[in-house]
């Protein structure tokens, strides 16, 4: 039985970042080619799980790159990266807020750096409904990390077996199951509406 429903943000019920917010990006940073984005991901885990801020994380990326970037510009980048992971699918929000209105045990675990996690708590009231909020800043582990769903299952008091973890990324989900956690690969509001009617919750 599952009592419990943990949600990813970015993917699911936020949208990843648009091409002209990654033009933004871009623009910002002076660099236009795919070893900007390299170095974006590839140093992006210790932000999220809160090891560095964002001056620190925008100047290992610019070490990087052979570049630098300057206060100014630093400050830029995290504003234009905030910008770019703060759209919100209404849809989901609304599905979501339901869940929570309907009496089901919701959580929210997300790989997000303080300064957006910060933005989100201030600019999105509905955060709310969920009874575990997980910012991998606050808590200090990151998915695909199993301290991150551990962390979780002793937030909401429950095994894992009791949890449905819903996440885009396969990695994250396939993570959450040898945890012992169920997991549904997110794709559509209809896709997941159609498990959780499968699943006592």
Known sequence: MMTAVLFDLFGVIARHQSPAAC????????????????SYWA????????DRNGAQYWHTVADALGTHFDEERVAELTAAD???????DDTMV??????ADDGVTIGLLSNIPEELAAHYEE?????????????SCRIGHAKPEADAYAWCSTAFGLPPEHILFVDDRKANVRAAETLGMR?????????LRSTLARTAV
């Open 183 to 191: 997991g549904h690969v997110f794709t559509s509001l209809a896709h």
């Open 82 to 88: 905030v910008a770019s992971w703060s759209r919100v």
């Open 94 to 99: 609304e599905y979501v807020r339901g869940l």
């Open 23 to 38: 033009a933004r990006l871009e623009r910002t940073a002076g660099v236009s080619n795919d070893a900007f984005w390299e």
């Open 123 to 135: 600019h999105q009231k509905w955060l709310k409904h969920f009874s575990v909020l997980a910012f």
């Open 43 to 50: 140093l992006r885990q210790p932000y999220d799980r809160g």
